[in-house]
């Protein structure tokens, strides 16, 4: 099984609404990441949790706020956010270790609308 | 420092025809090379992977891409078009550079549009 899920599909929120994004995966795999992607760009990566620690921030605003509560499940929780910040909201996992660098699996995304 | 350049960013065939979409890359590590294809409003879905072994690549759907370590390449190709390859096609490469996982970085992506 390579899926990733991810819930909701869809998404429209007020700029002072709280909402959570939920991913999940059953692969075993100890890496997981949240992407942005706007339209007609690639993805731009936000977060990587590495063994339910998050390693990597890439300076994203801290009206996103990550959790990796274990190591099948990833949330992003929203507050305040910015008609900005609409996007395709996109969750992968990966193994870690070893010596070459492992492929990530994505999931459908979330489409994020903000009013 | 890695960079991915996809060299047309808008690809056109006709069904049954052959796809050629193309990639450059850098990177100071020995690195492992992707090709992703993301259809309208869906996530991203892996074609095939270069990870130091062969440097022919098959992956799903006809898809298959050659490593040419000496013209820093990674072309995507595919014998004959179908309608459902329409989509836009991401060549990705990662190294770990020192860390436990890979960090991707993406072309800017070439969609492909087929005719019938």
């Known amino acids: 099984d390579t899926e990733v899920t991810q819930t909701p599909k869809h998404l429209v929120m007020g700029m002072t609404n709280k909402k959570s994004l939920k991913c999940e995966q059953h692969m075993g795999h100890r890496a997981m990441y949240w992407y942005k992607q706007k339209a007609k760009k690639p993805p731009e990566l936000m977060f990587v949790y590495s063994y339910e620690k998050l390693s990597i921030n890439e300076s994203v605003p801290s009206r996103f706020s990550p959790e990796c509560p274990n190591s099948s499940l990833l949330n992003l929780h929203l507050h305040a956010l910015q008609p900005e910040d609409s996007a395709l909201y996109l969750c992968?996992?990966?193994?870690?270790?070893?010596?070459?660098?492992?492929?990530?699996?994505f999931g459908p995304g979330t489409r994020l609308t903000v009013t | 420092a890695q960079s991915v350049t996809q060299l047309d960013s808008h690809v056109s065939v006709s069904e049954g025809t052959p796809v050629l979409l193309r990639c450059n890359y850098s990177s100071s590590y020995s690195p492992s090379l992707f090709w992703y294809v993301q259809h309208p409003n869906k996530g991203l879905q892996l074609l095939l992977k270069y990870t130091s072994a062969a440097t022919l690549v098959k992956g799903i759907n006809g898809f298959e891409a050659e490593f040419k370590k000496s013209e820093t390449s990674f072309h995507l190709t595919k014998p004959s078009a179908h309608m459902s390859d329409a989509a836009e096609y991401f060549c990705?490469?990662?190294?770990?550079?020192?860390?436990?996982?890979?960090?991707?970085?993406f072309g800017q992506g070439t969609i492909l549009t087929v005719h019938p």
């Open positions: 990705v490469v990662s190294d770990r550079g020192g860390t436990s996982y890979g960090k991707l970085t």
């Open positions: 992968a996992s990966s193994l870690v270790g070893g010596t070459s660098s492992y492929e990530q699996y």
